[in-house]
């Protein structure tokens, strides 16, 4: 028998080699039982590597080599780093619990047609750990076939083996969860669909509501039939024809040194390899040469077993030593030169052996392969694998095709199965392997929600943002959008503006500049309740206090009017007791009942009182100016005024000019007087809607553009601290636009509440210094030149909508944001337009 064995080895076909493909005898969640073992699979959580800080990853890559060495030491341990189409239509059926109001389904559906177009693959981490051996089942594989040819074979697994294995991965999964990568019991269906897709067969995966996958429903996933060639395999569809074009690649060597960040990072890099498919040349006219770039999406199959301590010790003394005895042979020899490969062997042995018994350090040997697909043709698969080849050569790393091997080679990526080929691993520290960072990548955004735009970091993914979960959640809701012009943070507000809409929200737009004028016109588009409000006599009396405030009762605009009013008139007025007749003429008028500002004005022009009359005619003139007429003017027929009820309001208020904090009131020209009482309108308006007690229930967001407007007055501030301080309890989200971080971190009460940073390209270091700090960010040249490029395409010409997201878990990574069509895209130009109704909607068409 050993010299059968021997010649097997010999010619390649032994050991290992020649085992059975695996049996599987059940799945459950956490567990792929076969046969003759058990192995617990886990799903692990990617980490938000890209733009993390130097310290930071440090200590990430330290707890990650310490959870090798300490929880995985002595377990054969499969690697999976796997890929899957996003399917778009899933996002429909999310939409229905996320979305209620307006065409609701229309919206989803252009999200759903722009998904379908860019096809992002999602990547999926999977580890398995083999934790028993099924006792008195090892024997029983070899008496199997002749069991089964009678009919009388049986696989199941008892209820009580069931659960001795499932607590032993419960176990197990309660330590790994602690690890950088959160590992969690991976679902059966997860674990169904790791299995069957091998096969390429498209066919329903079984369902479980007992958590248990088992007899024919199991042996269905593994129905298929894959025919080996020297460089590749075949998958084989169920007509007989060829499904997909299969190659298992090997790594077989790696430079003497690795860095991480870079090249180090071997497993995270997976996502960053593309390759350009042959296409016939007729076929280039009018193609992006970009949209020709596609990604290869290689999958990763790592074995690996982490050698306990004292035997990785041993296994490195015995190098030691045999470097030794070369060193004394050689200068025992005439030529006393034992070589310096040699005597560096022998130190760098010493120096590990010191590491291990005094660090966390152990050695490990793994086995990394790389299974690359391709659907389309075998010339297809051979340009994907070229450009693996050709991207680890770049690097110092050595692939090649597993010739001759392809069939023990693909048995030995199959979870359950076995190491096959065993001589083409490596053993080195387990730094080296943890610094590959599989888990590593781009991660920011909401784990649910409308989707916004996609990631643009090193690992694919859609960005999630949804202004108004922060209460639900008992987070802040603030979010700030921060950087220079027409680098799109209006447009990217305006589309989660109309998700906030579409989820039934009331969404209050203060437009200061008087280009949100499209906000309005795509809700209308979709269905929404979308009004749009301008300054000027047609909007006469839209934000008198006395409508606004009618919720609240008569007694805080017994307040509020009079202030406000006295803000408007002129000084001298003021000077001579003016504000005591105006109280006296409120008053009335709300006795008399349906009380209205106009209305004061009135009776103060017909009073006996010159001072009155003086003051009434002097109001009554400023009510006739475009800034005047929305707060204190008569209302015009058909005019409709704000209403805190679910839709999209937009209020243009352009050619503000509201004084600096340090003006004083006595130097206020009429157009800042006039400008103030009417932002007073605003304010006073937003805080009430805010916190009536009637409304709790309903999510409102209030959004501010242009916000160092406001932040230049004492009271714009105190209107943004407060509602960033009491927007949690009140579910009112506040929304910021700005160009000038600086002046936004003076507003301490605003900071503290930012849930969500979105940072936009800024050129000026002050300025991209602040807004680092608002992104989590370390400040330095390489962060300042993160934000300067960050709205630049690699040409130099500018990147629209690209941003770095901070989210609520102060994660921080790149990503785009993204307008579903050109058609929406031209109704939220941030061109000012006069408001009219859109035409009806033509054909959809996918944005560029």
Request: proline share 6%; charged share 25%.
């Amino acid at each position: 028998m050993r010299l059968v064995q021997r010649i097997g080895d010999f010619l390649g076909v032994g050991g290992d080699r020649g085992a059975s493909p695996a049996h599987y005898v059940a799945l459950a969640d956490g567990l792929v039982i076969t046969a003759t073992h058990a192995e617990a699979w886990f799903t692990l959580a990617s980490s938000n590597t890209d733009l993390m800080s130097e310290a930071a990853r440090d200590t990430e890559l330290d707890e990650a080599a310490a959870a090798l060495a300490k929880i995985l030491a002595g377990s054969d341990v499969h690697l999976r780093v796997l890929w899957s189409p996003l399917v778009a239509s899933d996002y429909m059926d999310e939409a229905a619990g996320l979305f209620s109001a307006g065409q609701w389904q229309e919206w989803a559906a252009t999200r759903v047609d722009r998904l379908d177009q860019i096809a992002l693959p999602t990547r999926h981490l999977l580890l398995g750990v083999r934790i028993t051996e099924r006792t008195g089942q090892a024997a029983a594989v070899s008496r199997r076939g002749i069991a089964e040819g009678l009919g009388v074979a049986s696989t199941a697994v008892g209820p009580r083996e069931l659960a001795r294995l499932d607590a032993i991965m419960r176990r197990l999964g309660r330590r790994l969860e602690a690890t950088p990568w959160r590992a969690q019991p991976a679902a059966v269906e997860m674990l169904a669909w790791m299995i069957a897709r091998e096969q390429h067969r498209a066919t329903p995966l079984p369902s479980s509501t007992t958590g248990l996958i088992s007899g024919a429903r199991l042996a269905a996933l593994t129905r298929g039939r894959i025919l080996p060639y020297p460089d590749h395999l075949r998958v084989m569809d169920a007509q007989g024809e060829t499904a997909a074009w299969v190659a298992v690649l090997t790594m077989t060597g790696y430079p003497e040194h690795m860095e991480s960040p870079g090249s180090g990072e071997w497993l995270r890099v997976l996502s960053e390899i593309t390759y350009v498919p042959d296409v016939d040349e007729s076929d280039l006219d009018g193609i992006d040469p970009a949209s020709l770039i596609l990604p290869v999406s290689p999958e990763a199959s790592v074995r690996f077993r982490v050698l306990p301590k004292r035997d990785a010790m041993r296994k490195a003394d015995d190098v030691r030593r045999q470097a030794k005895e070369q060193r004394r042979s050689a200068s025992r020899q005439s030529a006393e030169d034992p070589g310096r490969a040699v005597e560096e062997t022998e130190a760098r042995m010493g120096d590990l052996i010191r590491d291990m018994s005094r660090e966390d350090v152990t050695l490990v040997e793994d086995h990394p392969r790389l299974v690359i697909t391709s659907t389309t043709s075998l010339a297809d698969l051979r340009a994907r694998v070229d450009a693996v080849i050709t991207y680890y050569g770049g690097i110092g790393i050595e692939v090649g095709v597993g010739e001759e091997e392809q069939r023990e080679l693909w048995l030995e990526t199959q979870a359950g199965d076995q190491l096959r080929v065993p001589d083409l691993g490596h053993v080195r520290d387990v730094t080296a392997l943890a610094a590959s960072w599989w888990w590593g990548g781009a991660k920011v955004g909401d784990d649910t929600g409308p989707i916004v735009g996609y990631l643009t970091g090193t690992t694919p993914g859609v960005f999630r943002n949804d202004l108004t979960i922060g209460s639900e959640k008992g987070d802040a809701t603030t979010t700030a959008l921060i950087g220079r012009s027409g680098r799109g943070k209006t447009t990217a507000m305006m589309m989660s503006l109309l998700d906030a809409a579409f989820r039934g929200a009331f969404v209050l737009a203060l437009d200061f500049k008087g280009d949100l004028g499209g906000l309005a016109a795509a809700g209308r588009r979709y269905g929404l309740n979308s009004h749009l409000i301008e300054t000027g006599p047609r909007f006469a009396g839209v934000a008198d206090l006395f409508t606004l405030l009618d919720k609240e009762g008569a007694e805080r605009a017994q307040i509020e009017v009079p202030a406000q009013l006295g803000i408007a008139m002129p000084p001298h007025l003021r000077a001579r007791g003016a504000e005591t007749p105006v109280q006296q003429a409120v008053n009335r008028i709300i006795a008399d009942g349906e009380p209205a500002t106009w209305k004061v004005i009135d009776r103060l022009r017909f009073s006996d009182d010159p001072l009155a009359r003086e003051t009434g005619e002097a109001l009554y003139e400023l009510a006739q100016t475009a800034i005047g007429s929305p707060f204190m003017g008569r209302p015009a027929a058909g005019a409709s005024p704000l209403s805190p009820e679910p839709g999209l309001w937009v209020v243009q208020i352009p050619g503000l000019s509201l004084p600096g904090v340090s003006d004083a009131r006595e130097d206020w020209n009429i157009l800042q007087r006039m400008s103030v009482a009417l932002m007073h309108s605003m304010l006073a308006y937003g805080i009430t809607t805010a916190g009536r007690k009637d409304l709790r229930g309903l999510r409102k967001v209030v959004a501010v553009p242009e916000v160092h407007i406001l932040t230049a007055t004492k009271e714009g501030a105190s209107f943004l601290e407060y509602l960033a301080r009491v927007g949690r309890a009140l579910s009112t989200a506040l929304v910021l636009d700005t160009q000038d971080p600086q002046s936004l971190s003076a507003l301490v009460g605003v900071v503290e509440q930012l849930t969500t940073v979105v940072g936009f390209q800024l050129t000026q270091h002050a300025q991209q210094d602040a807004l680092a700090e608002l992104l989590n960010l370390p400040p330095s040249p390489y962060t300042r030149a993160l934000i300067q490029s960050i709205g630049l395409t690699p040409t130099g010409e500018i990147r629209h909508g690209h941003a770095i997201i901070r989210d609520r878990r102060f994660n921080s990574a790149t990503a785009q944001w993204d307008i579903p069509t050109t058609e929406l895209l031209d109704l939220l130009s941030t061109t000012p337009k006069p408001d009219t109704d859109p035409a009806p909607a033509p054909a959809q068409e996918a944005a560029v």
